[in-house]
């Protein structure tokens, strides 16, 4: 079992930045991928950013130039800097964890609103 527990979200201005954390506890693989994931009200559960334990990276188009994301493997810990942040950014934030060998887990969800 694998348990995620993300922090950093908020309420921020629009052209704003939040840094979002999620640390992961339990029975890690080393070869794994995580990620972030986001769900507006109203909207399915979309892609935001993911980075492999090797360190490869994918990202929505929506998000690219504006958030990074990142990793400490020593800390089995994901972190998503995200710069130039804008009204339609505003979602819950899911942390996402998947082994290479299969499975998916999820974070409890941190709320993330940019309003002026």
């Known amino acids: 079992q694998v348990h995620l527990v993300e922090s950093g979200g908020g309420l921020v201005q629009p052209g704003g930045s939040l840094r979002l954390s999620c640390a992961a506890s339990?029975?890690?693989?080393?070869?794994?991928?995580m990620g972030w994931y986001r769900q507006a009200p109203g909207k399915q559960r979309e892609l935001v950013a993911t980075?492999?334990?090797?360190?490869?990276?994918n990202s929505a188009d929506s998000v690219k130039g504006r958030f990074t994301i990142s990793r400490d493997n020593a800390k089995n810990t994901v972190y998503l800097q995200m710069n130039s942040l804008k009204p339609e950014d505003t979602a819950v934030y899911y942390c996402?964890?998947?082994?290479?060998?299969?499975?998916?887990?999820w974070g409890q969800g941190t709320q993330v609103t940019v309003s002026s």
């Open positions: 339990g029975s890690i693989s080393r070869g794994n991928a």
């Open positions: 980075i492999t334990s090797g360190g490869s990276t």
């Open positions: 996402w964890y998947s082994p290479y060998l299969g499975g998916n887990f």
